[in-house]
Nanobody, 124 residues
Framework: QVQLVESGGGLVQAGGSLRLSCVASGRAANSNAMGWFRQAPGKDREFVAS????????YYMDSLKTRFTISRDNAKNTIYLEMNSLKPEDTAVYYC?????????????????WGQGTRVTVSS
């Protein structure tokens, strides 16, 4: 059964914007927190942003907090990642994760479910 589905990636010029979406279904829809991670070619998957679904509390990679915004729509079991002023170094596959009882949302190993990823390419 499908748990997490990301969408919204694509090719954009530097300085542009994209909004990613992640829809949760099945058991993933009962998560307490969801987050976005990204993986650039040849690099490890890294934390981008996360949100607790009840409180709305958010966390960000420090270097991204001025350009990226995570939000949620609990009625739609969906989280979003608004990305502005995109740079070529933002090029990566962006993954959505969800967990049933996450305490530390920056840790990849704490997530129970992952989507297939959506590719973001920023051209210079």
């Amino acid at each position: 059964q499908v748990q997490l589905v990301e969408s919204g990636g694509g090719l954009v010029q530097a300085g542009g914007s994209l909004r990613l979406s992640c829809v949760a279904s099945g058991r993933a829809a009962n998560s307490n927190a969801m987050g976005w991670f990204r993986q650039a070619p040849g690099k490890d998957r890294e934390f981008v942003a996360s949100i607790y679904l009840n409180s709305g509390r958010t966390y960000y990679m420090d270097s991204l907090k001025t350009r990226f915004t995570i939000s949620r729509d609990n009625a739609k079991n969906t989280i979003y990642l608004e990305m502005n002023s995109l740079k070529p170094e933002d090029t990566a596959v962006y993954y959505c994760g969800a967990g049933r009882s996450i305490v530390a949302t920056r840790e990849r190993s704490n997530y129970d479910y992952w989507g297939q990823g959506t590719r973001v390419t920023v051209s210079s």
